[in-house]
């Protein structure tokens, strides 16, 4: 059974109206450029579905010390309101600080690239924000362009379920795992496009679930839901497998601005997520005031 999902209408209707801005400004999108030196950016994420919202407020700086490699650090301030039927009440606070290392080799016949990501567990695991321990991802990424079309892969280690994009998990997860996604983007109209993909986690090990949306016990739920029933639940692998589907559409009006709706479905978990972004390349901004 489907299980109905709430948005919450004023981020929704802001998403919408800045979306509406920005296809009035019809400018062709600048072609990317390597640059070097201090990046900023900041982004204001949710995902909405049918445990409730977590929404992520994040701010990054980084530097870039060739066009193949750099180093970011950010730090994410959590939102959490969980649905009324989980009868547990909203908790807002810090998530973990994480440091990245990226690296890019942009190529004729495949573009690859690659993050290692490690976090310091500095947000409350009493409020599913962090594990209590400190956690790793290595996630390398594979695409080629043919016009407006660019299929991708990612395959990735970690221990932890790193939260993307389009879909902020209702908990954190602390087991190691492999996870792995496929699919493709396609260039609409100048700075508009869509794309779909597929992901699948696959836990290895002892897996414990630290839920964001219920406190020492919550109703009883199926779908191996362990994050409706209790705060904290450690078991098999089988805990936080996972798999399911994603699709968005991005807008990219200035070469500052990125805005984003998606889709996920969590076949496993049976919930259905819908996700908005608003992204500001902070760093961008700043070259250009001071003319560089």
Not at 251 to 280: C, H, M, Q, W
Request: hydrophobic share 35%; glycine share 12%; aromatic share 14%.
């Amino acid at each position: 059974m489907i299980r109905p999902f709430k948005v919450a209408p004023a981020l929704i209707s802001l998403f919408v109206m800045l979306a509406a801005a920005a296809v009035a400004q019809s400018a062709a999108k600048p072609a990317a450029k390597d640059e070097t030196g201090f990046t900023s950016y900041a982004s204001f994420e949710g995902t909405s579905d049918g445990d409730g919202q977590v929404y992520d407020l994040n701010s990054s700086i980084g530097y870039s010390f060739t066009r193949h490699f750099g180093v970011d650090l950010g730090v994410p301030f959590y939102f959490v309101r969980p649905s009324s039927s989980l009868g547990t009440t909203s908790s807002d606070g810090i998530g973990n600080p994480s440091l990245d290392l990226r690296f890019r080799f942009p190529g004729r016949v495949v573009n690859f690239a690659s993050v290692v990501t490690g976090s310091a567990p500095l947000g409350d695991s009493k409020k599913g924000l962090s594990t209590g321990r400190g956690t790793y991802d290595w996630t390398s990424h594979f695409d080629h362009a043919f016009d407006n079309f660019t299929p991708f892969g990612e395959v990735g280690i970690s221990n932890t379920v790193a939260d993307t994009r389009l879909f902020h998990r209702p908990f954190t997860v602390l087991g190691f795992n492999t996870h792995v996604e496929g699919g493709a983007n396609y260039d609409l109209w100048k700075f508009i496009s869509v794309g779909a993909s597929g992901y699948s986690i696959l836990p290895s090990g002892q897996q414990t679930i630290f839920s964001k949306v219920v406190g020492r016990s919550g109703a009883s739920s199926g779908h191996g839901r362990a994050f409706e029933n209790s705060q904290q639940t450690t078991g098999s692998a089988a805990l936080a497998r996972d798999y399911g589907f994603s699709a968005c559409i991005d807008a990219n009006p200035k070469p500052y601005l990125d805005l984003e709706l998606g889709y996920t479905r969590s076949v496993n978990y049976d919930l259905n997520a819908v996700s908005f972004g608003i992204g500001i390349n902070v760093g961008y901004l700043a070259r250009r005031r001071n003319g560089y």
